[in-house]
Nanobody, 123 residues
Framework: QVQLVESGGGLVQAGDSLRLSCAAS????????IGWFRQAPGREREFVAV????????YYLDSVKGRFTISRDNAKNTVYLQMNSLKPEDTAVYYC????????????????WGQGTQVTVSS
């Protein structure tokens, strides 16, 4: 069992930055990669980034490469998503999720989800 709690969302202007946090807990949390997804109104939930606890595996959605950075603090069991140069098209509810499968870029690959945090970018 893994519990995930996101925080850090908000309303910003285009070009601004935000840092999202995902606090993970549970006896088996280190067995899971932690990924970030987002879902805009009327759209499918899409993969944004993923990181393993070993830091060996880090992957990004192409449209966020160079702007978003995923990282983690092992001591705090927390994963971060630093989002820079935000665009209105980044507006969505952002979710973190836990995965222990070989595949990692589909929502079906994830077993546990947080409640989500809203990010709104105005133009």
């Amino acid at each position: 069992q893994v519990q995930l709690v996101e925080s850090g969302g908000g309303l910003v202007q285009a070009g601004d930055s935000l840092r999202l946090s995902c606090a993970a807990s549970g006896p088996t949390v280190r067995s899971y990669r932690i990924g970030w997804f987002r879902q805009a109104p009327g759209r499918e939930r899409e993969f944004v980034a993923v990181i393993s606890w070993s830091l060996v595996n880090i992957y990004y959605l192409d449209s966020v490469k160079g702007r978003f950075t995923i990282s983690r603090d092992n001591a705090k069991n927390t994963v971060y998503l630093q989002m820079n140069s935000l665009k209105p098209e980044d507006t969505a509810v952002y979710y973190c999720a836990a995965n222990n499968k070989l595949s990692f870029n589909r929502k079906e690959d994830y077993d546990y989800w947080g409640q989500g945090t809203q990010v709104t970018v105005s133009s």
